[in-house]
């Protein structure tokens, strides 16, 4: 029989989720594929809970909803728990987000109750922007323009990615790009999807070189590891 892998991942909003359930997807079957000490199943989309999912918004404290989730998917292999930096690394959003989480978290298995123990960071800095736009050619791509990465304004090393807050940037990029084309060939992506496409489509290998993606990469292998599932 096949395994399947589980996963729950907690995110900021809508457009993150469309990104990162992809990307956490396609990560996770690499890893599997590479290092797999059997054969797994891993599903397409993970099971996504925003900050703002109806399901939870009568509790106001972080950290107690992340609690909540944990025991709603308790069979599940790992939570992850997305926060952006907002900073030039992720000490902040570990202090102030994920360690919270994760002691009440723990506090409570100590105390015999049933949840999802494996905790899982995924902190971008300084936003997952810098994440989205770290591949200029599946990017240009996605967005079937004739502009270059220098007439939108892209950064063109993963140093610049982590240096400058890019939040507003995609939006800036879809407005130019629709501003200069004629009615009949505006093409008025939604952000939405063009971060689902990018989740599916951005090269690993451009991710792997900004260092907040390879920690991730890092975090989620240890968690692997632990559960028996990766040598």
Not at 130 to 152: K, M, N, P, V, Y
Not at 185 to 212: M, Q
Request: include cysteine; aromatic fraction near 8%; charge should be neutral.
């Amino acid at each position: 029989m096949i395994r399947q892998l589980s996963f729950t991942l907690f995110v900021e909003g809508v457009t993150d989720e469309r990104f990162l359930s992809y990307l956490v997807q396609r990560v996770a079957r690499n890893l599997i594929e590479q290092h797999g000490r059997f054969a797994m199943e891993i599903p397409e989309i993970l099971n996504v809970v925003t900050k703002k999912d109806y399901r939870y918004k009568h509790i106001e404290s972080e950290k107690e909803k992340i609690l909540l989730v944990s025991q709603n998917f308790k069979n599940h292999d790992a939570l992850l728990l997305h926060f952006d930096a907002d900073s030039s690394t992720r000490f902040k959003a570990m202090k102030e987000h994920f360690e919270p989480a994760r002691i009440l978290v723990m506090d409570s298995v100590n105390a015999g109750e049933q949840l999802c123990p494996h905790l899982v960071p995924v902190i971008p800095v300084r936003n997952i922007e810098a994440w989205i736009l770290s591949d200029t050619q599946t990017l240009l791509a996605e967005l079937d323009t004739d502009f270059t990465a220098t007439d939108l304004g892209l950064p063109t090393t993963p140093k610049q990615l982590e240096a400058s807050d890019y939040k507003s940037k995609p939006d800036e990029i879809l407005e130019k790009i629709n501003r200069n084309r004629t009615q009949r060939r505006k093409r008025n992506i939604a952000k939405v999807t063009l971060y689902e496409n990018l989740g599916k489509n951005v090269r690993l290998v451009e991710l792997e070189k900004i260092p907040s993606y390879k920690q991730f990469v890092d975090d989620l292998t240890l968690t692997f590891k632990e559960l028996g599932l990766v040598d």
